[in-house]
Nanobody, 126 residues
Framework: QVQLVESGGGLVQPGGSLRLSCAAS????????IAWFRQAPGKQREGVSC????????HYTDSVKGRFTISTDMAKNTVHLQMNSLKPEDTAVYYC???????????????????WGQGTQVTVSS
């Protein structure tokens, strides 16, 4: 069964940290572009960070640069998103996605991604 499963979300105080994980099964991530998206209540889904081995790109949206780090563990077929210095505006449901395409992942084109996780809630609040 092909799927992505996120974990690691939760409630954290401003300034705190969380590490999200996205485990793939049924396929291997090494030939895919992988992205993290998020959707806050009442807002559109937005791209947060992505990594593409096909074009050698790692990208972060401006609002998370210097605070978030995307990484891969291909031995475990897993992608992580380390989130530090969290702010209330980071509150959202976070989704990982995987797609096979040869252009820059920083375009964050939803339809380019073949597989999506179910999402994990991140709440930043005191």
């Amino acid at each position: 069964q092909v799927q992505l499963v996120e974990s690691g979300g939760g409630l954290v105080q401003p300034g705190g940290s969380l590490r999200l994980s996205c485990a793939a099964s049924g396929f291997t991530l090494d030939s895919y572009s992988i992205a993290w998206f998020r959707q806050a209540p009442g807002k559109q889904r937005e791209g947060v960070s992505c990594i593409s081995s096909s074009v050698g790109e790692i990208h972060y949206t401006d609002s998370v640069k210097g605070r978030f780090t995307i990484s891969t563990d291909m031995a475990k077929n897993t992608v992580h998103l380390q989130m530090n210095s969290l702010k209330p505006e980071d509150t959202a449901v976070y989704y990982c996605a995987a797609g096979r395409f040869s252009y820059y992942c920083s375009n964050y084109i939803f339809d380019a991604y073949d597989y999506w996780g179910q999402g994990t809630q991140v709440t930043v609040s005191s």
